[in-house]
C-alpha cells in the first residue's frame, strides 16, 4: 500500500496515510492527516494540516503559515475554537498545521517543535515564507518555550487564554531544592529576549488565570525588549471565551470577531510590519487594558500541575478524533467489582465526560486525569487476575476431563 512521505529535520519522515486526505467541499478546503516519526522511537504523533482545497493551483497558498497548540485538555483541539479557526483561516489561503498530544508538557513541547518541522519540510507549504505561532491555554506558554529554542523562522505569535498566573511546569534539568517557577511569565521575557516578533494577546475578562491588570502590567516589558505586542479582553468571557453563564460553546458573534483580529494580525504579518495595515481601526495596545474587578479567585493548584496520557486516540483527517476508553460496565461483568467501586468508575466516568464537554480548567483537567488513569489502571489489574484465574479454572478441568477419561474401563 503507497503513502506519501517527506523527510525532515534531523532525517525523520512524516507521512499521509492511505486515505488520509479528507475535501471538505462546503468549506472549501482540504485536510490532510498525516504522522510524524520521532527521533529514537517506534511511535508516530498524529497531526493535521489544513488547505485551501485549490492548493495546488499558483498563488493559492499564503506566504504566512500558522501552527497551532491546543491546551492542557487535548479534546479541545477539535473544538470549536481551534477547529473553526483552523478551517477559517485555510480558506483564506494560510496552511495551519495542528498536532495531537495528550501527554505532559514536555512531550508536548517536543511535539510542537516536532510538528513545525513537518510542515516546513512538509510540499503543502513550498510557498510559505513566514510562520507564526498560536496556542491556547497552556499551548500558549508551549508556544513561547519552542518560540526560543526552534531553529525555525519565527514571524509572530498569537497567545489566546495565556495562562500568564499559572505557575509554569520547572525546567527538566532544575537545581535540587530550587524553588518552582510561580507564573509563566518567565517564558515571554526569554522569549522576547531572543525573539523580536510581533504578539497578539486574545484572553476573557472572567480568564483567572490571564487577569486584565496582570496582563497590563507587563506590556511595557515587552515594549521595553523591542517587540510590538497587542493586547485584547473580551467582556464577561472566560478562558474559552464562553459567556458568564457558562455555555458549552463560544457564539459564533465571539468567534467572528476573534478571528477578525488574528486575520487583522496576520495581514500585518504578510505586509512585513503590523502597523502598515488597519487592524479593526488599530488592535488595541495593553494601556487600553480596563482591569476588571469580577476575574473569579484562582483556585490553589500544585506548580507545574498538568495531565498526563488518559487514552489511546487518533485524529482523523477530519480533525476529529477518536477515543479508545476502558468500559467500566464491561470490567464489573468479567470481573465482579464491587458496587461500590462500580458506583465511583461510573461516577468518575461520568463527570470527566461532562467537563470535558464544557471545557475544563487545567487544574480541573490534571486532577480528574489523574483519578480516573489510577481508576482505570485498577480496573485493568482486576481484568488481569480475573483472565488469570479463568485460564488457571480452565487447565483445572482440562485436567480433570483428562483422569476421568483415563478412570474409565476400556471397552
Keep these: 500500500m503507497v503513502r506519501f512521505h517527506w523527510i525532515c529535520d534531523g532525517g525523520q519522515n512524516s507521512f499521509v496515510p492511505p486515505s488520509g486526505v479528507k475535501i471538505d467541499e462546503q468549506n472549501g478546503v482540504t485536510h490532510v492527516s498525516c504522522e510524524m516519526e520521532l527521533s529514537g522511537q517506534n511511535e508516530t504523533c498524529p497531526a493535521l494540516i489544513t ?161 486584565g491588570s496582570d496582563l497590563k502590567a507587563i506590556g511595557p516589558q515587552l515594549q521595553a525588549a523591542g517587540v510590538d505586542a497587542r493586547a485584547v479582553v473580551f467582556e464577561n468571557l472566560d478562558a474559552h471565551f464562553r459567556g458568564s453563564e457558562n455555555t458549552a460553546e463560544m457564539t459564533l458573534e465571539t468567534s467572528e470577531k476573534i478571528f477578525g483580529l488574528i486575520d487583522a494580525f496576520l495581514k500585518g504579518i504578510e505586509a512585513d510590519s503590523v502597523a502598515s495595515v488597519n487592524l479593526l481601526e488599530g488592535l488595541p495596545t495593553f494601556d487600553s487594558i480596563i482591569p476588571s474587578t469580577r476575574v473569579p479567585s484562582r483556585p490553589e493548584i500544585a506548580a507545574g500541575a498538568e495531565d498526563g496520557a488518559e487514552d489511546d486516540e487518533e485524529m482523523d483527517a477530519g480533525g476529529a478524533s477518536h477515543v479508545t476508553t476502558m468500559n467500566t460496565s464491561a470490567a464489573h461483568n468479567n470481573v465482579g467489582m464491587s458496587p461500590a467501586t462500580m458506583l465511583a468508575a461510573a461516577q468518575h466516568a461520568a463527570l470527566l465526560q461532562q467537563q470535558r464537554l464544557a471545557g475544563m480548567t487545567p487544574a480541573a483537567a490534571a486532577q480528574q486525569a489523574q483519578q480516573i ?39
Design 51 to 211: 488547505v485551501p482545497s485549490n492548493y495546488l493551483e499558483d498563488g493559492s497558498i499564503k506566504s504566512v503559515g500558522v501552527v497551532v497548540a491546543h491546551g492542557v485538555n487535548a479534546e479541545l483541539q477539535r473544538g470549536p475554537l481551534l477547529s473553526s479557526l483552523a478551517t477559517h483561516l485555510a480558506k483564506q489561503g494560510y496552511v495551519v498545521m495542528r498536532y495531537f498530544c495528550k501527554q505532559k508538557e514536555q512531550r508536548r513541547q517536543r511535539i510542537f517543535e516536532r510538528s513545525v518541522d513537518t510542515v516546513v519540510a512538509s510540499p503543502y507549504a513550498r510557498g510559505v515564507k513566514k510562520w507564526v505561532f498560536i496556542g491556547h491555554e497552556n499551548g500558549a506558554r508551549i508556544a513561547t518555550l519552542v518560540g526560543y529554542k526552534t531553529r525555525r523562522p519565527k514571524h509572530g505569535f498569537i497567545f489566546l487564554s495565556y495562562p500568564l498566573m499559572e505557575p509554569a511546569p520547572p525546567p527538566p534539568k532544575q537545581k535540587a531544592g530550587a524553588e518552582p517557577p510561580a507564573d509563566s511569565i518567565g517564558p515571554l521575557m526569554k522569549l522576547v529576549e531572543n525573539v523580536k516578533a510581533p504578539q497578539l494577546f486574545i484572553c476573557g475578562e472572567m480568564d483567572y488565570n490571564c487577569p
Design 373 to 411: 488513569q489510577a481508576l482505570q489502571m485498577a480496573i485493568f489489574q482486576q481484568q488481569l487476575q480475573a483472565s488469570a484465574l479463568k485460564q488457571q479454572q480452565q487447565q483445572e478441568q482440562q485436567q480433570q476431563q483428562q483422569q476421568q477419561q483415563q478412570q474409565q474401563p476400556a471397552p
